[in-house]
């Protein structure tokens, strides 16, 4: 029997890179900011036009998106959870009757974590997320999460990461050997090309036999660098849904029990793709990704021969 679950992610535009080669200048249809308060009517709204208009079951929205746009500091912008704002946002989750993931700045001592909710439909918060792979420019502002927590809900166990977490493919195992179905990836920009961001994404589905969620706040243009895609990729690395160079839902129903059969791996029998992967672990063997890093110094990684102050990690 099919479990069937509607996906809904946004894709997002914010900056102007209006002074990039080519000059193109993007202006996103989708008007954040300035105050919270408007933010917080737009993702309501988004809520609602997803879960209702389009029967989502699950909605996700960008890296911090809920202070896109307006001015402050991290610590000014950072909201308490729970609070008023996961408040207002629940309330409109239970409306729309579906589960939301929403990026935020999460107000915490000594900084404020990069942090994702996961919101019910019951009006509730099933749980946060903090990122745990924070960039050196981050640690300057910024605490770093310590746990890959998997939420429960009525459809699936899903799990959430954060951006630069995609770059580390313990991430998403660590979810997935919780059980995780659903990976969420909250993204903001970045300058690393959507080459780079769509390979890394389809590794982590492939890799896991899981379904990965991105949603992206995108620098404009439609150049093949310009990361400006927000998709849905099944276990297997298709992707369902693609929002394209541009503002707008990309949205796939998905059937989460298609075991995707595949022959190979030296055996004639059809296999389930999720129980192959994990029945062939050999974790007695992979002692050298716990083993104490290196930390070689900034001097020895930025390429302009400078010493950034960038804390040590």
């Given at each position: ?62 890296e ?23 408040d207002?946002?629940a309330?409109?989750?239970r ?19 990069n942090?994702?909710?996961?919101l ?6 099933v ?56 990976v ?21 589905a ?25 998709v849905?990729?099944d ?24 075991p ?54």
């Amino acid at each position: 029997m099919a479990r069937n679950v509607t996906i809904a992610t946004l894709n997002m535009g914010y900056y102007n890179n209006g002074g990039l080669p080519g000059g193109y200048h993007h202006e996103s249809s989708i008007k954040f900011g300035p105050t919270l308060e408007d933010n917080l009517r737009l993702f309501a709204d988004k809520i609602r036009e997803a879960g209702i208009g389009r029967h989502a079951d699950f909605v996700c929205f960008s890296e911090h998106a809920l202070t896109l746009g307006v001015q402050g500091s991290d610590e000014d912008l950072a909201v308490t959870v729970p609070g008023p704002e996961t408040d207002r946002l629940a309330a409109a989750a239970r409306e729309a009757d579906c589960y939301v993931v929403m990026g935020l700045l999460e107000k915490a001592e000594p900084k404020p974590y990069n942090s994702a909710v996961l919101l019910g439909p019951q009006g509730d918060l099933v749980g946060v997320y903090r990122k745990v792979h924070i960039t050196p420019g981050e640690y300057i502002t910024r605490s770093p999460g310590n746990a890959w927590p998997v939420f429960q809900t009525r459809h699936a166990v899903v799990g959430i990461q954060i951006c630069y977490d995609y770059y580390f493919p313990e991430s998403t195992r660590s979810l997935a050997l919780q059980g995780a179905e659903i990976v969420f990836s909250p993204t903001m920009n970045d300058g690393r090309g959507i080459e780079q961001e769509m390979a890394l994404q389809q590794a982590r589905a492939i890799d896991n036999a899981i379904y990965y969620v991105s949603s992206v706040t995108f620098s404009g243009g439609h150049e093949a660098h310009g990361t400006a895609r927000s998709v849905i990729i099944d276990p297997v690395g298709v992707i369902r849904a693609d929002s394209g160079f541009r503002d707008g839902w990309a949205i796939a129903t998905v059937d989460l029990d298609d075991p995707f059969p595949q022959i190979w791996c030296g055996i004639p029998e059809p296999q389930r793709m999720r129980a192959m992967l994990y029945k062939c672990r050999r974790p007695d063997t992979y002692g050298a990704i716990t083993a104490p890093k290196s930390s070689p110094p900034w001097r020895d990684i930025v390429l302009d021969g400078s010493n950034p102050p960038y804390p040590e990690i």
